[in-house]
């Protein structure tokens, strides 16, 4: 249980920040590139709060599902599933591909490979 208590934090206050960037933040920087590194970071976390051991490949994984999610927007799947009246939905599920994003989600993605990778050998 210890382990899982930092993760739990980070994701909460990795989720309030993209609230906040979501809600509040309107610029052509922080919004479109810090959000999209800071979302696959976010997901890492709340996977770690139920899987604390190591998983080598998470990192790998997350970018590419966040990577599958993305080009999903380029296929229009929010209009394919009828959701593109749903502002929650279509603002979780995103809208516009934008390969920059795909960018944005490997460098989260190496972010938790570093942590995992530092976290980890530590305790070898």
């Known amino acids: 249980m210890r382990k899982r208590i930092p993760y739990l934090t980070a994701t909460i206050l990795l989720f309030a920040v993209e609230v906040f960037i979501a809600l509040f933040v309107h610029d052509s920087f922080v919004r479109p590139f810090i959000g ?47 959701l593109q009246d749903n502002r929650i939905m279509s603002t979780i599920i995103g809208t516009s591909f934008d390969i920059r994003d795909i960018l944005c989600y490997f460098v989260g993605c190496v972010i938790c490979g570093i942590w995992e990778y530092v976290r980890y050998r530590k305790e070898r």
């Open 36 to 82: 999209d590194v800071l979302v696959v970071i976010l997901i890492y976390t709340f996977i770690r709060i139920f899987i604390p051991e190591k998983i080598r490949l998470l990192p790998l994984f997350i970018f590419i599902f966040a990577a599958g999610v993305e080009v999903a927007q380029y296929f229009k799947i929010v209009e394919v599933l009828g």
